[in-house]
């Protein structure tokens, strides 16, 4: 017997060709199939928040924003929504299991009223009166990128990255399905256990209108925390992962981190430039015509939390992949990035300071390659 009105399904399967392996990177894509069985009443979906945590990770990231692959749609009875999106996770296979990561979330939606055709502002604005659960479900290595047993020798771990040389033939691999029918929740009823960090903040007005203030846009930006960090950023496009008629673009963006402190301008008591430590990240991005700008936050970068010594790099590159419509009309922006990592100052082997200082990364924007 039916318990609620909405169903979501939820399936996914690992996508090799988007995957690069000895690089610790592994993407998964899912497909969510939102069902409204009401007899009678017409929802909306209005927003979404799913919570993802990758094997190894002691924190979850919250990943949240307006509607679905920039759509806010309308289910009368019966109907049904279906997407695909994809999961490019960094991270590394482990022995003990054969998970990726694990994911749940929920959907806001409300109900209309006979005859309204989409959701008014105010309805817009309270995010919905009721949810939707997603219930959890995991991100599975197929047979080929899982950890094998091995004999118990003192081999180091890091030699694994070497024997990671299996050229995987099938292009996915159908794991885990997902599936929950859930009551309408009233949100004012729902009283969270904890505090949860903002997950939306309103966007910047010249991307919600396509007239820009800045020109031209930068795709990459350089940025100085005086004294200990620099952060560099370049975004490319990457059109074999992208699908313009679908209105998906994936951009992959390239990152690096230093450690530009020295004995002068850290003001070093012992005479020597001190090691920093990065202990999280958070990133704020806004698509063309979105009125929000959605938050990405966890802890350490690609999984790792690494140390740099005075002079130290760190680099790595990670992808984008954005549901947008352009406003090539305007701009050939689609969407716009900054964010902030979160680091400690090392003093020997502990911290100087339990309160973690910032280091900026600049804006920057994804730009669409010229037609």
Known sequence: AESGPITVKVTSAYNTDQSDPPMR????QYTIRITNNSPSDT????????????????MKDVVQGEGVTG?????????????????????RPIGTTIIAARMRGEYK?????????????????????????????????????????????????DDDDDDDETTISTTSTTVMDAETTT???????????????????????DMTSGDLTVSPPNDSSDTLTTPYLRVQVTSTYRPERSDPKMDKHCFAYSVRITNTAT??????????APSIQ?????????????????????????????????????????????SVRPMREKTGVVARMEGEYSFVVLDGDSTSSDDPM?????????VLPEE
């Open 25 to 28: 990177k592994h993407c998964f």
């Open 43 to 58: 929802v909306q979906l209005l927003s979404r928040r799913f919570e993802i945590q990758t094997v190894g990770s002691s």
């Open 71 to 91: 759509r806010q749609p309308v289910l009368a009875p019966g109907e049904v929504f279906e997407y695909t999106s994809t999961a490019p996770l960094s991270v």
């Open 109 to 157: 939606y409300v109900t209309l009223t006979p005859g309204q055709e989409s959701a008014n502002e105010e309805q817009v604005k309270s995010g919905g009166d009721a949810s939707a659960t997603m219930g959890m479900f995991h991100f599975v290595f197929p047979e080929e990128q899982r950890v094998k047993p091995i004999r118990s020798t003192g081999d180091d771990d």
């Open 183 to 205: 009551e309408p929740t009233p949100t004012s009823t729902t009283t969270p256990t904890t505090p949860s960090p903002a997950t939306t903040l309103p966007g910047d007005t």
């Open 263 to 272: 004995p002068e301008n850290s003001g070093s008591a012992g005479g020597e």
């Open 278 to 322: 990065l202990v999280s990240r958070r990133f704020e991005i806004q698509t063309i015509g979105s009125d929000t700008k959605d938050i990405v936050q966890g802890p350490g970068v690609t999984g790792r939390q690494p140390l740099l010594k005075p002079g130290e790099s760190f680099e790595y590159t990670s992808t984008a992949p954005l």
């Open 358 to 366: 910032k280091a900026k990364m600049g804006m920057f924007h994804f």
